[in-house]
C-alpha cells in the first residue's frame, strides 16, 4: 500500500489526507492539532460561485482584478471550476454552511459562513471525517524533510526519520515571521525554506497580504473580519472622519490605515450600528468584551496585521514540487491563483480544492521512491526568530522602498537563527527589491506605480529571478 506523509493539520492538509485515505492510501497527518492551524482561526468562510445570478466567470475575474493581473489564470479557472465539487465535499462530511456575505474584492454574496467562525466549523468536521476515513495522526512538528539527490523520502520528526512513498507539505505559511500576525505562531515557513535550500523554488514571495484590522489586545492579536465591515462597520479616525471605501480590496484599506496611523492618527472601526453583533460575530464580541470594549457602543481600535502569504513552494497545476515525490498545498505553495493580491475567502476554497486535487495526482503518480538510503538531517534550533521577525516588519511591510529593503537585507546577515528561515526571510525581501514597481500587496514608495514590464511572477532558488 502507498504511505503518504501530510505535515500540517489545517483544512489543506486534511482534505488531501481524507480524499487519499477514500482512495486506499495509507496517510499519516504531522501536526500539534486542528487547533494550532490557521483554518481553525478563519473567521469569514469559503467563497463559492454557486448562487443564481452568480457564475464561476464572474468569481474568476473578481480574482484576477484583485490579483492585479498577475494571476495563472489556467489555475485561476482550475480552482473555481471546481468550486462545486469543493462545496459538495464539505456537505457530504456534514458542514452546514448558514449564511452567504459580500467580501471586500467580491461582486456577489458568493462568501459562505458559519456563524462568522467558519474556520472552527470546517476544522471539526475535517477531522473526524478524516478519523472516519483511517487517518493517523502523529502530534509533533516535522524538522525537517528528508530529501535527497532530488528525492523525497519522508521527514525527520524529534531526529527520527518518518519515511514515506510521498510527502505532502501542508504547513501553511509563513507569516509569524512578521512581528505583528493573528495567524498561528506555528507558521514560521520552516520547511519552505527547507525545500527552497533542497531545491525546489519557491514563487512570489514578496506579496505578503495585510489584513487591515487587526486588533492588539491585552491578551494578543486578534482579527476583526473583513465581514464586520461587509456588515455595515465604519473605519473612521479618532476625528470621526472616513477616509477609504471599507469594502476595496485589504492591500488599498490597510495602507489607507496605515496613511492615517503614519500622519500620527489612531484608526477605529465603528461597528456600532450593527444590529446583533454578539450573535453574528460570537468569537470576535467575546476577545473584545475580555478587554472591555463593547462593541455595540464603543469604537474598536485597529491596526494592519500580516495576515496571508501569497507566496509560497512553486508548485505546477497539480500541486508537485521539483522535488521527486513532494508535493504541497494550501497557503505552504504558490501556483499563481492569488496572483499580487488574494481575494478575500479565497484562501479556503483553494484549501478544499488543492487537497481533493493533490489526492488525485498522487493517485496517478503512484510515487514510489528506492530503497531509502542514509538522508542527512540538519536541524538545531530556530535560534533568533525575533530578529528575523522584526527585521521583515520594519523593512518589508506594508509600505516598502529600496533603501528600507537594503538595509534590512543588511540587518538579516548579522542574525543568528536557522538558516532556512533566513534563506526564507532574505527571499521575501530581495524579491521586494527586485519588483520595482507596486502591485497588489506589494507596495513601494519609491516605485508607487503599476509597471507592465513586471507584469510576471518572480522565484526564488536562492537568488530572486524576476
Known amino acids: 500500500m502507498t504511505s503518504v506523509g501530510i505535515v500540517g493539520s489545517g483544512a489543506a492538509g486534511l482534505t488531501a489526507a481524507i480524499a487519499l485515505a477514500r ?5 499519516t497527518v504531522i501536526g500539534r492539532g486542528i487547533k494550532e492551524s490557521n483554518s481553525y482561526l478563519a473567521q469569514a468562510g469559503v467563497a463559492f460561485p454557486i448562487l443564481d445570478g ?23 479557472w482550475s480552482v473555481i471550476s471546481k468550486a462545486s465539487e469543493a462545496y459538495a465535499f464539505l456537505l457530504s462530511i456534514g458542514l452546514e454552511f448558514e449564511t452567504n456575505e459580500t467580501e471586500g474584492g467580491h461582486s456577489f454574496h458568493r462568501v459562505f459562513t458559519v456563524r462568522n467562525e467558519t474556520g472552527k466549523h470546517l476544522m471539526k468536521v475535517l477531522y473526524l471525517a478524516a478519523k472516519e476515513a483511517g487517518v493517523h495522526f502523529v502530534e509533533g512538528i516535522a524538522e525537517e524533510l528528508a530529501v535527497r539527490e532530488g528525492k523525497a523520502y519522508g521527514v525527520f520528526l524529534d531526529g527520527e526519520l ?21 495567524g498561528s505562531p506555528l507558521n514560521l515557513g520552516t520547511l519552505i525554506g527547507d525545500a527552497i535550500m533542497k531545491g525546489s523554488p519557491a514563487r512570489d514571495l514578496e506579496f505578503v497580504q495585510f489584513h487591515p484590522t487587526g486588533y492588539l489586545g491585552r491578551s494578543g492579536v486578534f482579527l476583526v473580519s473583513e465581514a464586520v465591515r461587509g456588515a455595515g462597520a465604519k473605519l473612521v479616525t479618532e476625528d470621526g472622519e472616513r477616509f477609504v471605501n471599507e469594502l476595496s480590496t485589504r492591500d ?16 477605529f472601526l465603528d461597528a456600532t450600528d450593527i444590529e446583533d453583533f454578539k450573535k453574528i460575530f460570537p468569537q470576535i464580541y467575546a476577545f473584545l468584551r475580555k478587554d472591555g470594549i463593547d462593541p455595540a457602543k464603543d469604537l474598536i481600535p485597529v491596526s494592519p496585521i500580516a495576515h496571508y502569504t501569497i507566496g509560497g513552494i512553486a508548485v505546477d497545476l497539480w500541486y508537485r514540487t521539483t522535488i521527486k515525490n513532494l508535493y ?11 496572483g499580487a493580491n488574494r481575494l478575500a475567502s479565497n484562501s479556503l476554497l483553494e484549501c478544499i480544492v488543492s487537497g481533493l486535487e493533490v489526492a488525485r495526482t498522487i493517485a496517478r503518480d503512484r510515487p ?6 542514509e538522508v542527512p538531517y540538519h536541524f538545531d534550533s530556530l535560534g533568533d526568530i525575533d530578529s528575523i521577525r522584526e527585521i521583515l516588519w520594519e523593512h518589508a511591510g506594508i509600505v516598502r522602498s529600496g533603501s528600507s529593503l537594503r538595509e534590512g537585507l543588511k540587518r ?12 526564507l526571510a532574505r527571499g521575501v525581501l530581495e524579491c521586494a527589491l527586485a519588483r520595482e514597481e507596486s502591485r497588489g500587496a506589494h ?12 507584469e510576471r511572477p518572480s522565484f526564488f532558488d536562492g537568488r530572486c529571478r524576476l
Not at 64 to 76: F, M, P, Q, R, S
Not at 412 to 423: G, W, Y
Request: avoid cysteine; charge should be neutral.
Open 443 to 454: 507596495y513601494r514608495d519609491d516605485f508607487p506605480a503599476m509597471s507592465k514590464s513586471f
Open 368 to 373: 514510489r521512491p528506492d530503497e531509502v538510503r
Open 328 to 338: 504541497a498545498v494550501g497557503e505552504a505553495m504558490s501556483n499563481g491563483f492569488h
Open 54 to 76: 452568480d457564475s464561476p466567470k464572474a468569481h474568476v475575474l473578481d480574482t484576477i482584478k484583485a490579483g492585479k493581473y498577475l494571476n495563472d489564470e489556467e489555475v485561476v
Open 412 to 423: 538579516l546577515n548579522s542574525v543568528e537563527a536557522d538558516p532556512r528561515l533566513k534563506l
Open 23 to 27: 482512495r486506499g492510501f495509507d496517510v
Open 252 to 267: 488599498i484599506v490597510a495602507r489607507a490605515i496605515y496613511n492615517q496611523m503614519k500622519a500620527g492618527k489612531r484608526v
Open 162 to 182: 518518518l519515511t514515506f512513498d510521498a510527502t505532502v507539505i501542508a504547513t501553511g505559511g509563513f507569516a509569524s515571521l512578521f512581528k505583528y500576525t493573528a
